[in-house]
């Protein structure tokens, strides 16, 4: 997953926990990427690898994500009834246009069709196959009035990799400190003990990401998470413990006790979204 090494400074701790530790009271939504080529695990889909409890990552991020109002899952599709899903055009063209593809279906709103509250904020819009908002032929989104998302305000949109299983232990922390940052703050990004910030595992206010997507070229590829919300104003998350530990090598994937399905791994059918820690 992507990272970068960058110095620490002014972070919440990990024991900051929303109330009841389900959520910080605001309206939020998550996207979860999961088309990565996965090539230094000579292919392997990081989504299904299995755990030692015969849960897959993804459904461990998924069920991470369980109090969210809406849950978008990027990459190959799947029949899981808890997200919707979707594919960045053309697929493995990056995580940034993954986001962006993650970000359309939520402006399109649950029932496929346009969102007016999202259209509000931003002119005319007009998501596009690549997941890119445009307003005209140059690919140009020009704000005019109040940037709204949903009903609750400016409500947050978790973003996080499915290769990194135990995630869902700084879920919610990076909801509590969303829930208490200025309004001048975009985004809370978790950073781990090596002072990398993980963008894959960030929560950002919808209508500054949505804005962030807008200024995708069309027709590009591989452009990084950093370059994407590098614009934006940022706090930073100390994510807790194992939360950072990620699966990109045959020895992380063996270190955290995950298999390939089909090779020492075996699946657990049908476990429902409140079992057991994530």
Known sequence: MESSALPRSGLPGPAAQPPGGGGSG???????????????????????????????????????????????????????????????????????RAIAAGMAVLARGADGGDADRVAEGLGHVDWGADGVPHTDGFGTVKPEGPMTWDEGGDGWVIVLACDMPYIGDAVPGLLAAAGQAPADVDGIVGVDDAGSRQWLCA?????????????????????????LVGELALAEYALPGRAARDIDTPAEMRALGFAVAGAGGERTAGVPESAGAY
Do not use: H, M
């Open 203 to 227: 929560a950002y206010r919808a209508p500054a990401l949505a804005l962030a997507c807008a200024g995708l070229a069309r027709g590009g590829a591989g452009e990084s998470v950093r370059s």
């Open 26 to 96: 605001a309206i939020w939504q998550a996207i979860i990427l999961s088309g990565g080529r996965a090539t230094r695990l000579d292919g392997a889909d990081k989504a299904e690898l299995i755990g030692p409890d015969g849960r897959t990552c993804l459904d461990r991020v998924i069920g991470a994500c369980r109090s969210a109002a809406r849950r978008v899952v990027v990459g190959p599709v799947g029949a899981d009834p808890r997200v919707e899903w979707t594919r960045e055009e053309p697929a493995y063209s990056g995580p940034a």
